[in-house]
């Protein structure tokens, strides 16, 4: 007989066999009645307590690794006047550490923060906020002269994004000095994570006045750009930076597993993002949340309402600054709109009376 015929033999005996014994297994098997709703899970807030009770371990070594971060900051600061652009990966939280960098460095520069790990993040409120910053750093330098500031329109949010970046990237600065810079944590977080949103930061960065600090955790960040991207654009310095932080915030906005969410969480979630913005962020937010305790019954409070009460106790000084504010609310989900029965665009906080009640009381 052949060894072919022996082998083809085996294996149709193999494979038969392997059919018998899982057609015997099965036919004596009873299904389970049990279903996953039956789990007992944990409340998410308990759980989130039990984790930030946890004691950290190795803080001495820890502590000692982010000092030796802080003597690169001089290093860090001169390859962003060269025109490179700072990539920060590796285990544990950046925030801190990126915050602290441009709080101690970047003194001499505008600033701004873009939370990538929110759910949805406003590009196009982020180029035009940078363009106006680097409007009033030209001024009080006083880089545009007699002459010249009246062919050089002032940016507005109404312009259209190339408009914007064409500003951005232009010689209007005549000392590499002149730059505003964008701090972003977690470039690859799901609010910036789509296509369109990396290639406007890619342009962005290449701007010749725009400097971009940014953190990465996603363990493929990489596949979110090109080669053009990464060296032209980005000109990314790629630094391991590992600080073994928790994400403490990053996280926040995330379902622990086997954890049930509820009102609570929603209102503790607030609070965390409050205490993370500018103090007259938290009293416009404040004002808001007070009408709506006051008039629980009304579908939410006009925009115009709100201008006219924040001017008045001197929260905000245009209606494009109270846009501001409510474009970061929304970008946070602390406020939605609707419009009135009179026809008027309202803001509300999704909260109930109680929540906001206790998210007031936190934030003090």
Known sequence: MDINDLDDDEEFGFSRNYFLAKEMRGSGKKKSAQKLSDIDVVDEQELRVAVSNIETKHEKEIDTLLI?????YPKWVFELRCGFGLLMYGFGSKKSLLEDFASTELTDCGVIVINGYLQSVNVKNVVSTLAEILWEQL?????????????????SSSQSMEDLLAFLDGSNAK????????????????????????????????????RVVASID????????DKKMV??????????VPTFAPYKVEGVFFPLILACSGTAQNAKTAAIVLQSLTPNAQSVFKVLAQHQLAHSDEEGMPINNLYATCRERFLVSSQM????HLTEFKDHELIKT???????DCVYIPLTSEAITNLLEEIG
Do not use: M
């Open 68 to 72: 030796s971060y802080k003597s690169l």
């Open 139 to 155: 001024k009080t330098r006083r880089r545009f002269s007699a002459g010249s500031t009246s062919k050089v329109q002032q940016p």
């Open 175 to 210: 000392e590499n000095d002149c730059f505003v810079c964008v701090v972003i944590h977690n470039i690859d977080g799901p609010g910036l994570r789509d296509c369109e949103s990396q290639q406007y930061l890619a342009r962005l960065a290449s701007c010749s006045n725009v």
């Open 218 to 225: 996603h363990v493929n960040t990489a596949l979110l750009w």
């Open 231 to 240: 060296h032209t654009q980005f000109n990314w310095c790629w630094y391991h």
């Open 321 to 324: 600054t109270l846009n501001s």
């Open 338 to 344: 609707r419009r009135h029965s009179d026809g008027q």
